[in-house]
């Protein structure tokens, strides 16, 4: 079972930079796959960005060219690099992980989720609160 953590939210003014931390702990040995996502008041959740495995990378259209996704795997943690904070950005973030299941050798790698349905560890949640 993996478990995960974030942390590193806060509240800044547009444009500014954050940076969320996700702690992976449990069953770290596995190939795991870390999401972020976000759910504003009143709104759905929605995926922001993924990290595989082998690090491959996939972005929202939102947030792209302004959030960076990366995982430092000998200390099993994830992070999202927000940039150019817009107030739109404004939201309760979520990190995710889930085990990666083998596959054939032959078949190439599954992509990388942003669909929340494909994740079944989450974190408490971090605000982020961006303002004008």
């Known amino acids: 079972q993996l478990v995960v953590v974030e942390s590193g939210g806060g509240s800044v003014q547009t444009g500014g930079s954050l940076r969320l931390s996700c702690a992976a702990s449990g069953d770290t040995y596995s190939r795991y796959s870390v999401g972020w996502f976000r759910q504003a008041p009143g709104k759905e959740r929605e995926g922001v960005a993924a990290?595989?495995?082998?690090?491959?990378?996939t972005y929202a259209d939102s947030v792209k060219g302004r959030f960076t996704i990366s995982k430092d795997n000998v200390k099993n943690t994830g992070y999202l690099q927000m940039d150019n904070l817009k107030p739109e950005d404004t939201a309760m973030y979520y990190c995710?992980?889930?085990?990666?299941?083998?596959?054939?050798?032959?078949?190439?790698?599954?992509?990388?989720?942003?669909?929340?349905?494909?994740?079944?560890?989450w974190g408490q949640g971090t605000q982020v609160t961006v303002s004008s």
């Open positions: 990290i595989g495995s082998d690090g491959r990378t």
């Open positions: 995710a992980g889930v085990i990666e299941r083998p596959r054939p050798i032959w078949l190439p790698p599954a992509p990388v989720s942003l669909n929340p349905g494909d994740y079944n560890t």
